[in-house]
């Protein structure tokens, strides 16, 4: 039982460059959540899917976009890299309950040049 | 809008001490769960304790207790008979509902050292 997988686990890109962060579960879970992490701060929502099938903004979707693949893979992709999006990338899984927690991935850390 | 506050940018504990890490809350949502995460340098989230906000009872899981106090805002953690491996960043996250999931929002972390 691996929880929650991310790949790659480091990244550099250069400017206008596009990417695809992946990310896997499986604890079966319903819901999936991209955040950003950048220095010196909490984590922000990127995207997030309730279930298998639909996605929506979280507070800073500008600039990525979204796919459910299935219930198991939830991937986040940059079309054209800012430096601005240098960060860390976790990736999370819940059950939609009262009560339940985020389980996160091990992150990806993306430096854009 | 929902916010998380954490007041504390750093602190410095003797090992085996307990210590306290401050959050305050603010939301206008009835129903709402707290959660502490830990982050080791290594850069992993690490779940530690929940609490509801219809719970009775304050949450406790080993050495991490939750100081729940509603009326104030307010849920800190509490670390009892501190280690250094409990060095980390800690931070305080709020869950929301949004559109069917959930949404946590994340206060700015405590980086807590430990001494020997």
């Known amino acids: 039982n691996a929880g929650v997988t991310q790949t790659p686990k480091f990244q550099v890109l250069k400017t206008g460059q596009s990417m695809t962060l992946q990310c896997a579960q499986d604890m079966n879970h319903n819901s999936m959540y991209w955040y950003r992490q950048d220095p010196g701060m909490g984590l922000r929502l990127i995207y997030y899917?309730?279930?298998?099938?639909?996605?929506d903004k979280g507070e800073v979707p500008n600039g990525y976009n979204v796919s459910r693949l299935n219930k198991r893979e939830f991937s986040l992709r940059l079309e054209s890299a800012a430096p601005s999006q240098t960060s860390v990338y976790f990736c999370?899984?819940?059950?939609?309950?009262?009560?339940?927690?985020?389980?996160f991935g091990p992150g990806t850390r993306l430096l854009v040049l | 809008a929902q916010k998380i506050t954490q007041t504390q940018p750093g602190m410095f504990v003797q090992e085996k001490e307990a210590v306290t890490l401050d959050c305050t809350y603010d939301?206008?949502?009835?129903?709402?769960?707290l959660f502490w995460y830990k982050q080791p340098s290594s850069g992993e989230m690490i779940f530690l304790i929940y609490q509801g906000s219809y719970d009775q009872q304050n949450a406790t899981e080993g050495r991490y207790s939750l100081n729940f106090q509603k009326a104030r805002k307010s849920a800190n953690l509490v670390i009892s008979a501190s280690q250094l491996g409990d060095s980390a960043m800690y931070f305080c996250?709020?869950?929301?509902?949004?559109?069917?999931?959930?949404?946590?929002?994340f206060g700015q972390g405590t980086r807590l050292t430990i001494n020997p």
């Open positions: 939301t206008s949502d009835p129903s709402y769960g």
């Open positions: 999370a899984s819940s059950v939609v309950g009262a009560g339940e927690t985020q389980y």
């Open positions: 996250a709020m869950r929301g509902w949004l559109q069917g999931a959930q949404k946590l929002v």
């Open positions: 899917s309730a279930s298998e099938g639909t996605t």
